[in-house]
């Protein structure tokens, strides 16, 4: 069983910038993909970025790439989500998600653990 803890949501206003981590515990972390999701009000989860487990590939959906960055640290156990540029379309619950399979990453189908999620309102 893995465990994942988000946390670095808030309130920014547009243009502004936030840092997500999501500390993970229970397996080791280095044999995990990981990725993270938003679910705004109303709508369906969607990917936002990926990292694979030894941080060489990153995947990013297509309204984030250029303001949004995924890194790890696997000595640290944790996973960020550097977000720039923020836009009150960004607003949204993120989840931090790992996988075991560690392909289809921008798929949630292929994630095993999900955290509880961490709000971002952006305002305009």
């Known amino acids: 069983q893995v465990h994942l803890a988000e946390s670095g949501g808030g309130l920014v206003q547009a243009g502004g910038s936030l840092r997500l981590s999501c500390a993970a515990s229970?397996?080791?972390?280095?044999?995990?993909?990981m990725g993270w999701f938003r679910q705004a009000p109303g709508k369906e989860r969607e990917f936002v970025a990926a990292?694979?487990?030894?941080?060489?590939?990153?995947y990013y959906a297509d309204s984030v790439k250029g303001r949004f960055t995924i890194s790890r640290d696997n000595a640290k156990n944790t996973v960020y989500l550097q977000m720039n540029s923020l836009k009150p379309e960004d607003t949204a619950v993120y989840y931090c998600?790992?996988?075991?399979?560690?392909?289809?990453?921008?798929?949630?189908?292929?994630?095993?653990?999900w955290g509880q999620g961490t709000q971002v309102t952006v305002s305009s």
């Open positions: 998600a790992a996988g075991v399979a560690g392909v289809g990453l921008a798929s949630a189908v292929r994630y095993d653990y």
């Open positions: 229970g397996r080791t972390f280095s044999t995990l993909a």
């Open positions: 990292i694979s487990r030894g941080g060489y590939s990153t």
